[in-house]
């Protein structure tokens, strides 16, 4: 005998679709609807789960049409649009229902269930529509007025509280009544009308059958529709212990994180501590070579000045003994020669000295002319002037070199050469332009250069100084180091190829200050008083962050990086719209783009980035560019060349104006040029005067005097020669006097120097003496020199390295306060002490608890329940097993199948599955299922699996819902047991030997396009609905409804009854749309026949008497048919053309 269950018998419909009333009789078991396609079906089938769904949504209309055109709304259904455009009730109010009658076959109560509308014609949503129930039986009139009009919601109302009165009111529970909300609506449906069934699955397997996609293997469906998840809040039995464990794990990780960073700071720190001390004994050790060097470069100058004073001393004493030895001769040769004056030949030797002054002047003149010839003839014999200089002028000056020169010929020759020097000037102004310009631009490099050399970014001085004034403002207002950097100092560039144009097209943004966004608005106030810094600029990141901007595709964004968070959306906003283009046409295509070369289109706009902006002041990047610097020494190079080069140039135009111009008078250069033919008359009258002095010395007293004379002149001649020597001799000494005694006075000094402040260091001094024994001082200095600057080298990197570190530490943890430029590393080590001694052991003591804690309360409540559900879901697969083995497709059996998850999540089952949790424990507080408190070997086997395990329920950290959500659905899905199994189904085949086969089916029925493939479907199907309403207790009967639209598509004959047989015996009601050409096939297995057509934007539905059908089908009625099959085989149109149902 079978149980007892609520069936649906009735189904009314009135103004949904093409339909203005009717009424559906459903059979208790397989009730068919037949037609083409648009005939109405469907729209019945939505209207169906309308009602079961409680749900006025488009999302389930029409599902199986599966075609986005053919999509429907209620309000669309309501009033009976069509697809030419037209609708049955357009424009005029109505009322609607849709009710489903409701019998069980137990007690045989009835009752029924609906929803009425209430359109108007101007509606663009329903806005006036209530779901109701009412015990009893459907009015006789159909909801109907007397006029034929639908009932409006105050009648329905009017009628739940007459049926609520009623004695058809026999069952339990309030359902007579309109209900005020679709939850109040669904609660009652499910559990009291439908007979405490799980509605969310019902929905979804409803859904799902509707709908039936081929195309899905049945594993997941055996998974989500036989198999239910879990009802036990695990995730809520654990997650104060989680929350806990996490958060004291969290102070765990950032304390060792911490700690390493901190670590990686001290140990920076000690190897460049290390490195300086080892620099400091070096130039110790260099000092003391210095001092000794120095000491005795002192003695050696001492003892050269000691020599230097005996010398002078010898050399004052004879010259005092010369001095007197000459004051002697001059007074004789003074008596010597008043004696010849007083005589004729006195006269004529006055005469003679008298020619000789003016053979002179003459002289003076003559090399005088030689040197103006010379000098004008440098204006040919300069390479570099000749090109300056005309022709005409050079003619001249060649006339000027043969003497030929006339007063016309000066004043011409100086007015091309003034002509020619104005030229050479203008040249000259050019050149010391280009210097000043190439020298300016050079020493901003060699600035730059410098810059990046000490790891310094090359930024403006105003920057700079606008940087530290708004940083200082705002840690005075927060009491803490408040750090304020420049935008290009926070992020890289990734990919070289794009720098050029990331450079220029961020131009002077790069150089905008930027703070965290908790300190922007702040940072505005105080920059708002900072009026001297007209050019600097403040990014606003609190407001950028805000507006979550976002970046394209192929945007210069995926071409920069960084860590900080605000920084990235900053990027996003500034690069993550300027697209990176290869040529003239991408950039037209888009708004905003750059090439390679720097080519720019922006607002319609096409430009060129300015060259400075990526080559000189290119800064972007969180260190210092090495190749920056590399290319910037390169170009200082080329600089200095080519200002050499102008040097040289300037200097070799520079030499004309040293060049002979004429500047004097031009009749004093014709005089000039004459000199020399005057001085050969003047030596001609020279040669004849000294004739008559010869003549006149042959007398014996004059002969006498001027023998006397000659003597005395050469005895003075050669006392001043010696005299000169001494003198000389004197002041050389008396130089090498004073150098030695500036020298000694230096050395002096340079010794005192190096000596203060020096601390003697006896080991240090026996170790450099003891090395200068061995070798030269030059090979001890250079091989200590080379120490030196191998380890500035280090002290460097070690710099940069404690400097990187400190940043990274201090960008993580900017609350702190550190600057991250402290000269001394205390505050850093400190820290890490503190952090070592007082926080570590604490944490760890409350770390173990929680772990401790955690383990148990996974165990307990997570693995122990995961692992009980798994043997029930193997005890459920045996139940469904007996239950499908009852039906067989010719000779084979379907059966279900669950074994260990194959993917990543089966590493957990040996662990979920071990012996040791079948130790269980019944107490008064305690579960059937739980593990024995004091069993660990269970932990020590599994300790790797619970903790990879623990990781999987660690509560999201962070603040964004989505990615709570998220963390939440995951920790769900871990302990959902259904993700350590994996679910399938098999083909039990016996062949003629009694050999049994397994043929697995999920493929198949995923791919395969036959009955074959669909077999499998609808077996798992048509199981899951019967776990669905299988009954848990005898408190309650329950429905048993599947719906399934275009059903049977594929399958063939024999397969098609044995599913309908096996619906049947698992006690379902099935409500079945197939097409005409499958009615013939079917009609026979199923129990009610309705034939659809449309006809005018009508729907009419007949039923079929089955009996006459079959009678029909046997030949009964062979007579009528004869004609239509001597045209065509007979289909199931012309069945039900034949019965009668046509488009009327």
Known sequence: MREAKKKFTRILLNNWGGIDHHIIELNEYVNLFSGKSGSGKSTVMDAIQVVLYGSLAATFLNKAADDAKNRRSVLSYLRG???DGTANREGRDFCAQIVMEIEDT??????????????????????????????????????LTEDGV??????????????????????????????????????????????????????????????????????????????????????????DQLGAYSEIKGRIEDLEKRIAMLAE????????????????????????????????????????????????????????????????????????????????YGQKEKQLKEMERTIELLRQNSVSWRNLVQGLTRWEEDEVITDYVSNPALALIGQFRAGDVTEEDCAGLKRRLDETMKNIEQEMDDLRSDRSELAKELSEKKEIVEDLKNNRKPYKKSLKQARAQLEQALSDQYGRKIQVHIFADLFDIQDEEWKNAIEGRLGRLKHSLITAPEQAHDAAVAFRRMKQFEDVELINSAAVRQTDPRAEKHSLYEAVTTEEAYVDACLKRYLGRIMKCQSVEELERVRDGVTQDCYSYSNFIFRHLRESDYNLHACIGTTVSKAKLRELEEEVDKLTYRLQEISVDFDALKKAQSFERLQQEPEQIVALSRSAEQLEEYFEKQERLQQELRELQDGSLVAALKEQQAGLKQKLAELRATENG???????????????????????????????????????????????????????????????????????????????ARMRFNLEYPTLGFSGEEKSNQ??????????????????????????????????NVIATIHGEIRAAYRHTREINRMLSRIRFSDSVYQIEILPADNENGQFYEMLMAPELDSKIVDPYGVEGQISFGDEDFYQKYEQKIELLTEKFMPEKSDDKQKQNNRKQEMERYADYRNYLNFSMYEKVTDEHGNEKKNPVDEMAGRDSGGEGQNPKYVALLAGFAMLYMQQSNRDSRIKLVLLDEAFSK?????????????????????????????????????????????????????????????????????????????????????????GIEGK
Do not use: W
């Open 265 to 344: 700071i001290s140990e920076s720190n000690r190897n460049l501590t290390q490195a300086s001390a080892d620099i400091i004994r070096t130039e110790a050790i260099l000092r003391y070579v210095d001092i000794e060097n120095q000491k005795s470069r002192l003695e050696s100058r001492k003892q050269d000045l000691e020599h230097i004073l005996d010398q002078l001393k010898s050399l004052n004493g004879k010259k005092d003994a010369m001095e007197q030895s000459r004051s002697k001769a001059t007074t004789e040769l003074i008596e010597v020669e008043a004696n010849l004056k007083s005589s004729d």
């Open 1051 to 1139: 399958m063939d004959k024999e397969r098609s009854e044995v599913c309908l047989r096996y619906a049947r015996e698992l006690d379902l009601q099935l409500i079945v749309c197939v097409p005409d050409e499958r009615l013939q096939s079917l009609i026979q297995y199923v129990d009610s026949v309705y034939g659809f057509r449309r006809h005018q934007n009508r729907i009419s539905m007949m039923h079929i008497d089955k009996g006459d059908y079959l009678k029909m089908l046997e030949g009964s009625e062979a007579e009528q048919l004869t004609d239509e099959k001597e045209n065509h085989e007979i289909t199931g149109n012309t069945v039900l053309d034949t019965l």
């Open 726 to 804: 001494l003198n000389r001799s004197i002041a050389e000494f008396e130089g090498s006097k004073g150098r030695a005694q500036s020298d000694i006075a230096n050395g002096q000094e340079r010794l005192e120097n190096l000596l203060e402040g020096f601390i003697q260091n006896e080991a240090l001094e026996d170790e450099v003496t003891a090395n200068l024994r061995t070798q030269s001082e030059a090979n001890y200095r250079s091989q200590k020199n080379s120490e030196l600057a191998k380890l500035e080298i280090e002290r460097q990197e070690y710099l940069e390295l404690r400097g990187k």
């Open 150 to 239: 639908p009932y409006s919601i105050v009648q329905i109302r009017g009628l739940t509280k007459e049926r609520a009165r009623s004695e058809d009111n026999r069952g339990y529970g309030d359902i007579n009544r309109i209900y005020p909300s679709k939850e109040a609506y669904l609660n009652t449906l499910y559990e009291v009308l439908l007979g405490f069934i799980d509605g969310s699955r019902f929905v979804t397997m409803e859904k799902s059958s509707i709908a039936l996609k081929m195309t899905n293997g049945t594993g997941q469906f055996i998974r989500d529709y036989m198999f239910p998840k879990s009802k036990e809040d695990t995730i809520g039995k654990i997650s």
């Open 106 to 143: 137990g007690t045989h109560i009835t009752n029924c269930v609906g929803v009425s509308f209430e359109v108007g014609k101007n509606d663009q949503d329903i806005k006036n529509h209530g779901f109701f129930s009412h015990s009893g039986r459907m009015p006789e009139d159909g909801y």
């Open 827 to 860: 505050i850093y080590d400190d820290l890490l002490e503190h952090y070592r001694q007082d926080f570590e052991p604490k944490y760890k003591e409350e770390f173990e608890k929680q772990c401790e804690q955690v383990y148990r309360s996974l165990r307990d």
């Open 81 to 83: 649009e069509q697809k």
